[in-house]
Structure formats: structure tokens, C-alpha cells
């Protein structure tokens, strides 16, 4: 009954948060991404993020690249990306997989 009760309450919240998630459309298009001298790898388990244009809310603002640790073995990260959707262009957050 405890764990029945945890779940429910665990998939409530997922609901609840999903609710108010809310994207950002920007109408304008987004620039080419920029060319990132990618300087040598600090351990060979960091793997390369790259830089992407972030909407600061006036216009877009270039967040550079940077080495990260994979929070486990075998995961590959895969970029965020600006989609065209009717209403604008939305970003898609990276994540890991």
C-alpha cells in the first residue's frame, strides 16, 4: 500500500510539472552556430558539449562549449537544438543518453 501510494504521489507531481512546463517561441531565426576552437581534452572520459545560441529574451546570446564528465559509462550526449515550429523556433534541450 506504502509503495502504491509513493507512486501515485510520484506520478502526480510528473503530471503537475509537465502542466506548467511552458516553451518559448522567438520569432526570429537563429544564427549559424559559431566555429568553437575546441581545446584538448582534460581526461579521455570528458566528452565535447558544443556551444549553442540561448534566447536571452532581447536577442540571441552565444553560450560557448565546454567539457563535461558523462554521469555514467557508455552515455552520449546528445545537442540541444533550435526546432521550427509553427508559432517560431523553440529550443530543444540537450540531454544525456
Not at 510539472?17 to 581534452?41: L, N
Not at 560557448?64 to 521550427?84: E, F, N, Q
Request: charged share 15%; hydrophobic share 45%.
Amino acid at each position: 500500500m506504502k509503495r502504491f501510494l509513493l507512486a501515485t504521489a510520484f506520478a502526480i507531481g510528473l503530471s503537475v510539472s509537465a502542466a506548467h512546463a511552458t516553451a518559448t517561441y522567438v520569432r526570429v531565426e537563429p544564427p549559424a552556430p559559431m566555429r568553437e576552437v575546441v581545446v584538448t581534452r582534460p581526461t579521455p572520459r570528458h566528452v565535447w558539449i558544443p556551444g549553442y545560441y540561448r534566447w536571452s529574451g532581447a536577442g540571441y546570446v552565444w553560450a560557448p562549449g565546454y567539457w563535461a564528465v558523462p554521469p555514467r559509462t557508455r552515455t552520449t550526449w546528445v545537442p540541444g537544438y533550435w526546432a521550427h515550429m509553427p508559432d517560431g523556433y523553440v529550443w530543444m534541450t540537450g540531454y544525456w543518453r
